[in-house]
């Protein structure tokens, strides 16, 4: 709506989220995710850290400057334990992609594997840190953990219903990642493309819920 609003006044903004869903590795869903954000701290922060040296002490200090980024990255959401973590845990993430690819070789069946897995596993270890970013402390962030993974859930089980909606809405995103909507609305005369485009719209207000949900970063 930002990108809209500012074209209607003549101002171009660039994109600010570029599918992080699909990222590849640690380094490209901050390529990816809140863009504005990360370009702006790798810039004026992690540059500015890089130090001198050669070999262990380069290596060493670039892993500082990692945890360092990412913590004041999750120290600009809010002033609490949960975003120190979320900085710390996505620090480490890098930390342990770049010992990756420093001492794995490029080739090897390891890099080969973990390669043919990286949007998965990004989604996945993504999805973990964002319980720390999303909960009001700590210790709900671990509950919310134990239940992810089988402890103390009860006898709670996913409606059949949900996993459909969600396999839909995988797909759905898939399609948008492609360009396959954008590139058949491109083809189609102006008013038949407004036509389109406010059919899919009121296709998708049934679901939008009715109760107040205020946008997250107003908590911040």
């Known amino acids: 709506m930002a990108i809209s609003s500012?074209?209607?006044?003549?101002?171009?903004?660039?994109?600010?989220?570029?599918?992080?869903?699909?990222?590849?590795?640690?380094p490209d869903f901050w390529r990816r995710w809140h863009i504005s954000l990360s370009t702006w701290v790798?810039?004026?922060?992690?540059?500015?850290?890089?130090?001198?040296?050669r070999g262990r002490r380069k290596l060493r200090l670039t892993l500082r400057d990692y945890y360092v980024t990412m913590v004041l990255i999750g120290l600009w959401h809010g002033a609490a334990w949960t975003f120190v973590l979320f900085?710390?845990?996505?620090?480490?993430?890098?930390?342990?992609?770049?010992?990756?690819?420093?001492?794995?070789?490029?080739?090897s069946r390891a890099a080969r594997f973990f390669g043919a897995l990286g949007v998965p596993l990004t989604y996945f270890t993504v999805g973990i840190s964002l319980l720390l970013f999303r909960s009001a402390t700590v210790r709900d962030a671990l509950g919310i953990g134990?239940?992810?993974?089988?402890?103390?859930?009860?006898?709670?089980t996913l409606d059949p219903g949900w996993l459909a909606f969600y396999v839909c809405c995988a797909a759905v995103h898939w399609i948008?990642?492609?360009?396959?909507?954008?590139?058949?609305?491109?083809?189609?005369?102006?008013w038949l493309w407004s036509f389109v485009y406010g059919a899919l719209w009121a296709l998708a207000l049934?679901?939008?819920?009715?109760?107040?949900?205020?946008?997250?970063y107003f908590r911040f």
């Not at 948008?176 to 102006?190: A, G, I, T």
Request: hydrophobic content about 40%; aromatic content about 18%.
């Open 42 to 53: 790798r810039d004026y922060v992690y540059v500015s850290l890089a130090g001198g040296g």
């Open 87 to 107: 900085g710390v845990v996505h620090g480490t993430l890098l930390v342990v992609y770049h010992l990756f690819k420093v001492y794995v070789p490029y080739k």
């Open 206 to 216: 049934p679901f939008v819920s009715t109760g107040y949900s205020p946008f997250i």
């Open 176 to 190: 948008s990642y492609k360009q396959y909507v954008n590139r058949f609305l491109s083809r189609l005369p102006l």
């Open 146 to 156: 134990s239940a992810l993974v089988g402890v103390d859930a009860g006898t709670k």
């Open 6 to 26: 500012a074209a209607l006044l003549g101002y171009r903004l660039p994109d600010n989220f570029n599918f992080p869903s699909f990222a590849s590795s640690i």
